[in-house]
């Protein structure tokens, strides 16, 4: 696994796609949170970062898959993930290889975002005037959310050779799960049906953790889930073994 890892992480950092993502990323989030007049912190006049934690999920649900997209599908168009498929390699150590420098990068892309903490921290009146548990929690379910997507969009690259088919597929199944279930569980309206749409919606788990107590039941979910998708790109390459 750990040589997966190593090759994964250097491919990315020895082309342009890290950095990319990495200033597309921090630009956009930096306007949302500290330039445009409806979202930013400076007018809002309380020290809170809700607008950075309720925005920033949208950004990566377009942003992960354009990660995910190529690190199987470009293997699979190239040839090389059938050699690498015939090296003595489990299959499991290839998949969490790949799920784990994925997950890595995108980490890597949110450090920065703590200065946004330190300096609402001292900005606040007084200073010190924000609730922290809040932040870290938001912060803790914003890293399973990302591992989520991730598993997702390493599965959407996993079905076919087309990276671009892979990011669109990516890019709806993540949608889907963060606003889709919780739209069709207001649609409607009351019921267990209802409630079960309500609860295996991401949006519902990710606000969940924002609270300031983390739930056990909300990381067991969101790594089940997690878990769930790694497991079919488990089963996909299973099958392109034989």
Known sequence: MLAIFQKEIGSFFNSLIAYIVMAVFLTAIGLIVWVFPDSNILDYGFADMQSFFSLTPYVLIFLIPAITMRSLAE????????????????????????????????????????????????LGNPEGNIDSAAVFGSYMGLLLFCGV??????????????????????????????????????????????????????????????????????????????????????????????
Do not use: H
């Not at 598993?151 to 087309?162: A, D, F, I, Q, V």
């Open 75 to 122: 293997e699979s168009k190239n040839g090389t993930l059938e050699l690498l498929l015939t090296k003595p390699i489990r299959n499991r150590d290839l998949i969490l290889g790949k799920f784990f420098a994925n997950w890595v990068l995108v980490v890597i892309t949110i450090l920065p975002t703590l200065l946004y903490y330190f300096s609402v921290y001292k």
């Open 149 to 242: 997507l991730v598993s997702m969009g390493l599965w959407c690259s996993s079905l076919n050779e087309n990276q671009i088919v892979a990011f669109v597929l990516a890019v709806f199944l993540g949608f889907f799960w963060y606003i889709g279930f919780s739209s069709l569980s207001q649609l409607l309206g009351s019921g267990a049906i209802a409630d079960v749409f309500s609860w295996i919606s991401l949006d519902t788990q990710y606000s969940a953790l924002g609270k300031g107590l983390i739930d056990s039941r909300n990381v067991v979910f969101m790594v089940s889930l997690l878990s769930f998708f790694l497991y079919l790109i488990y089963w996909r390459v299973e099958t392109l073994r034989k």
